[in-house]
């Protein structure tokens, strides 16, 4: 790939990432995933869709949310607009996405995400159990006791991931099986426009004519009495017909709120499997994988340290490795400490160095230094002890960003001119003083917050 292409395709990745945020699933996949970035000079974002119907729609629903994430991803000045592009791929795509709304026959277009195969997805005592579960019933749809299977756990963490895998792993085993893969809000919305054009009849032999039946996040059924009352019945008529039933969901179905009590019972007669955030080494292992994915070489402690301070979710892993690349694209710029650590501390936002204490800082130091904490906190005159105590200041204002004034409370009562010229004092000595430069990454490296 030119540099060019590269950094458009870096750019729309990161629009794309911010867009998902603030947009369902669904809308993702049949509006934005078929959109490819055609050009990206002077400040303008050129968008190519597969169609005129696709142009117009784009346009007309999504015009605001893309404005506002090009605002918030590359500041005020870049505009966009859209061509109608025509590849193999988007014809393919624009078919599919016509397809949105299943079928009444057999068909093989559905809108599984290629990408979402257990092949791609990393294992660990998180989600273990889930995977394994999954494997089996893409394996024997129907025909294990896992029916209805269901998914459960927080946000990103790969539940939509294994449905899809489910559905993809099926139909390679047994391409004339009739898939249908949608999400509860589009259950509802499909449903409803049945009801407005007298076509609940087409509707129901649809679903109710799958082999396998995957709805994400069931969890928007709350409080739609009628659509659940559908989905009931749907569910009856396949369970009972020995066709497997898959579901995600974000807690397990038995504390779900909002859901009749005979659709909660009937989940019962399977299995719920949940899966859990990702412990450490998962976490750099999923780095590794999304980073190699992305074509992006980081060096092992850069992932160690992403790992360190992003926990909650794949999503967010994901997220900041493509925040990364495009920061370093689009800026051109080389990815380094500064830069990841800016990247992670936009993500976590306050939440960044949290953990971390001026007294941890002051304890780190005095073990390198072997000077004691008593003596850094104190009145002591003496050079190395006055070097110690100006640099755990440097390192409060450093890595956790503490007030002048609350450095200087600890630090027995001084104020705050004290700490600022401490501050100052450091900043200059390490440009020229190696030692001071190594103990300051030691101290970092030590409390997580630098990786060289
Ligand atoms: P959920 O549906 O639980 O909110 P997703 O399935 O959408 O989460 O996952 C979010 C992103 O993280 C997806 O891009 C998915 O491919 C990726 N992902 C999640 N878990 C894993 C995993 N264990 N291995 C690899 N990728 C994962
Ligand atoms: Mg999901």
């Known amino acids: 790939m030119d540099n060019k292409k590269n950094t458009q395709s870096v750019a729309w990745k990161e629009v794309c990432a911010n867009l998902k945020r603030n947009l369902p699933d669904h809308a993702m996949n ?16 050129v968008l190519g869709v597969p169609s005129q119907f696709f142009l117009e729609w784009i346009d007309s629903h999504y015009n605001e949310h893309l404005k506002t994430t090009l605002r918030l991803v590359f500041g005020n000045e870049v505009v966009h607009s859209f061509v109608i592009h025509k590849t193999e791929q988007s014809n393919a795509i624009e078919q599919i996405r016509q397809h949105v709304v299943p ?10 995400n290629p990408k979402y195969v257990f092949d791609k997805f990393i294992v660990g005592d998180n989600n273990e159990f889930a995977k394994t579960a999954s494997e089996s019933v893409a394996k024997n749809p129907g025909e294990t006791n896992f029916n ?42 499909d449903f409803v426009n049945s009801l407005r054009k007298n076509k609940t009849i087409e509707f129901a032999q649809n679903y109710r004519s799958a082999d396998i039946l995957l709805i994400d996040d069931i969890q928007f059924f709350r409080g739609k009495e009628q659509t659940q009352e559908q989905f009931f019945h749907t569910f009856n008529v396949l369970y009972q017909s020995g066709k497997q039933i898959v579901l995600t969901a974000d807690k397990f179905p038995g504390e779900m709120k909002g859901l009749q009590s005979r659709l909660l019972s009937r989940f019962q007669s399977g299995l719920s499997v949940d899966v859990q955030p990702p412990n450490f080494e998962i976490r750099v292992a999923i780095l590794l994988e999304i980073s190699e994915q992305n074509g992006l070489t980081l060096e092992y402690p850069t992932i160690e340290f992403i790992a360190k301070h992003i926990k909650n979710n794949v999503r967010d892993l994901e997220g900041t490795i493509i925040r990364i690349l495009a920061k370093s694209s689009l800026l051109n710029i080389e990815i380094d400490n500064q830069l990841v650590t800016e990247v992670i ?34 009145k002591s005159r003496k050079m190395e002890i006055a070097e110690a105590r100006q640099l755990s200041m440097y390192l409060c204002r450093d890595i956790i960003g503490a007030s002048l ?22 900043d200059n000595k390490k440009i020229n003083n190696n030692r001071m430069k190594e103990i300051i990454t030691s101290v970092k490296q030590e409390l997580g917050f630098s990786f060289f």
Do not use: C
């Open 103 to 112: 079928q009444n026959n057999k068909s093989k277009l559905n809108n599984l």
């Open 148 to 189: 209805p299977l269901i998914i459960y756990g927080g946000v990103g963490l790969g539940k939509t991931h294994l449905m899809h895998s489910i559905g993809n792993k099926a139909i390679s085993i047994n391409p004339s099986l009739k898939i249908v893969n949608i999400t509860s809000e589009q259950f509802t919305l």
């Open 30 to 45: 049949a509006w934005f995933d078929p959109v490819v970035p055609v050009s990206f000079d002077n400040n303008k974002f």
């Open 405 to 426: 004034m609350n450095i200087g409370v600890y630090f027995g009562g001084r104020d705050h001119t004290t700490v600022m010229h401490a501050v100052k004092t450091i």
């Open 345 to 378: 501390k936009e993500r976590v936002g306050g939440n960044f160095g949290n953990e971390v204490s001026i007294e941890n800082i002051v304890k780190k130091v005095s073990q390198l230094s072997s000077i004691s904490e008593k003596e850094i906190v104190g």
